[in-house]
């Protein structure tokens, strides 16, 4: 029969009671992680050490997707920025990041792969699945549709998002709604800012213009300060001696 703790020693009681102590603690702490939710960013940081076999299938995945879509578009996705003088300010990635981004949430919420967080729901480590509007807007305004791939796992993903998400009463919700009913209008192209217009340059004057204007400015003062000067002066101030 087991002994009851006032059987015990002293001693025993005391180890028993520490014991004891420990192992409500250590049950409470596990309660209390259980019920943590963690944050968008602790849990990007930790996706790559905490899940690695799912980082290595999505790369993969991502990798032969792209392909495809570059192969049947017939160009490489991206382009130069330029600004309204035609030059060139830096490279527009939004194509590689709607490209991966369609490939990498369809995959995760075909496994079962999303994440909750303080903010929402998170797949991949990197995306929120139901804040696509920018996405539909990507695909449309670089014809990324135009590639079967893409376009067959583009509106796979759309009606998995609906589904999960079609409910919600936000702006990405009904873009992927106006999207799926063929009746998505492309906003029109932000317009770029137009340059300063450059301050004109000031030319520096001659030596012989200084001395003229110095010239001119001297008789100026002389002829006020004094207004009966030599005709001699005032022939040599103008010039004409």
Not at 98 to 119: F, P
Not at 191 to 220: C, F, Y
Not at 231 to 239: E, Q, S, V
Request: proline content about 7%; aromatic content about 8%; glycine content about 6%.
């Amino acid at each position: 029969m087991k002994k009851r703790i006032a059987e015990h020693s002293p001693e025993e009681q005391e180890r028993i009671r520490k014991y004891n102590r420990e192992q409500k603690l250590k049950s409470r702490e596990a309660q209390k992680a259980a019920r943590y939710v963690p944050t968008a960013d602790e849990v990007s940081d930790a996706f790559a050490i905490k899940f690695p076999e799912q980082v290595k299938a999505l790369n993969a995945y991502v990798k032969e997707f792209s392909n495809k879509v570059v192969t049947e578009l017939g160009r490489d996705l991206g382009s130069p920025q330029k600004d309204l003088l035609g030059n060139v300010v830096g490279y527009d990635h939004d194509e590689q990041f709607t490209v991966d981004r369609v490939a990498r949430c369809l995959l995760s919420l075909k496994q079962g792969w999303g994440q909750k967080v303080q903010e929402g729901e998170l797949v991949a480590g990197r995306y929120f699945p139901d804040s696509s509007g920018t996405m539909v807007e990507s695909a449309n305004r670089h014809n990324l549709k135009n590639s079967p791939t893409f376009n067959t796992a583009y509106f796979e993903l759309l009606k998995m998002l609906d589904k999960r998400y079609g409910r919600e009463h936000t702006n990405d919700a009904a873009v992927v709604r106006a999207e799926l009913a063929g009746t998505y209008v492309l906003p029109p192209t932000p317009e770029l800012p137009k340059p300063e217009p450059k301050p004109e340059a000031r030319s520096v004057p001659s030596d012989a213009e200084i001395l003229e204007r110095g010239r001119i400015q001297l008789m100026n003062q002389l002829s006020v300060q004094d207004p009966n000067l030599a005709p001699d002066a005032r022939r040599y101030l103008d010039g004409t001696v």
